[in-house]
T-cell receptor, first 115, second 116 residues
Framework: DTGVSQDPRHKITKRGQNVTFRCDPISEHNRLYWYRQTLGQGPEFLTYFQNEAQLEKSRLLSDRFSAERPKGSFSTLEIQRTEQGDSAMYLC?????????????FGAGTRLSVL | AQKVTQAQTEISVVEKEDVTLDCVYETRDTTYYLFWYKQPPSGELVFLIRRNSFDEQNEISGRYSWNFQKSTSSFNFTITASQVVDSAVYFCALSEAYTGRRALTFGSGTRLQVQP
């Protein structure tokens, strides 16, 4: 399977703890995105990388959130000092350029529950 | 700012019925992309279609068809002869085109239930 892969699929943590999620994009895709989805809502954009450069960040990405893509391949999203409001599905997507401009392919997500 | 409205929260139909999912968008951009995604119970968003703002031709793919009307800022999705496997949440989305911005703005989704 060469789709977008996310790990872990589920994470339960206590308020105040740090968590880190990983995303492996489709191998030839140079663009990678993070979104957050709460119950009953559509995904909300968090941030976007082209290769290793973080080019766009949403206002939703507070100081407690940091994303990296050090070698332009996989990416990590870290949430520090988690709060109950951080409970959501965190989705990763990747895309290629050219004729498929901005067609984003999504992974299955990491569901975070903050107790 | 961009906005996507999917006014239908939930639709229930019986198998083989046709169903149309509505999408209305707002944007100040002159060029943009519109998308539809399907989110089955497994949770993974599945890409269905991308439409460029300067291409108003309707598109048909099997039982799926899309009606893009720039005059009413709508991009509606019709499933003909619905099947149980079509049961999912469907999202309409919007992004800028030909700029450096890549963020998708999603609607809140329409849950489609197809009863056997």
């Amino acid at each position: 399977d060469t789709g977008v892969s996310q790990d872990p699929r589920h994470k339960i943590t206590k308020r105040g703890q740090n968590v880190t999620f990983r995303c492996d994009p489709i191998s030839e895709h140079n663009r990678l995105y993070w979104y957050r989805q709460t119950l009953g809502q559509g995904p909300e954009f968090l941030t976007y990388f082209q290769n290793e450069a973080q080019l766009e960040k949403s206002r939703l990405l507070s100081d407690r959130f940091s994303a990296e893509r050090p070698k332009g391949s996989f990416s990590t999203l870290e949430i520090q000092r988690t709060e109950q409001g951080d409970s959501a599905m965190y989705l990763c997507a990747s895309s290629f350029g050219g004729e498929d401009e901005n067609i984003q392919y999504f992974g299955a997500g990491t569901r975070l529950s903050v107790l | 700012a961009q906005k996507v409205t999917q006014a239908q929260t939930e639709i229930s139909v019986v198998e083989k019925e046709d169903v149309t999912l509505d999408c209305v968008y707002e944007t100040r951009d002159t060029t943009y992309y519109l998308f539809w995604y399907k989110q089955p119970p497994s949770g993974e968003l599945v890409f269905l279609i991308r439409r460029n703002s300067f291409d108003e031709q309707n598109e048909i793919s099997g039982r799926y068809s899309w009606n893009f009307q720039k005059s009413t800022s709508s991009f509606n999705f019709t499933i003909t002869a619905s099947q149980v496997v079509d049961s999912a949440v469907y999202f309409c989305a919007l992004s800028e085109a030909y700029t450096g911005r890549r963020a998708l703005t999603f609607g809140s989704g329409t849950r489609l239930q197809v009863q056997p």
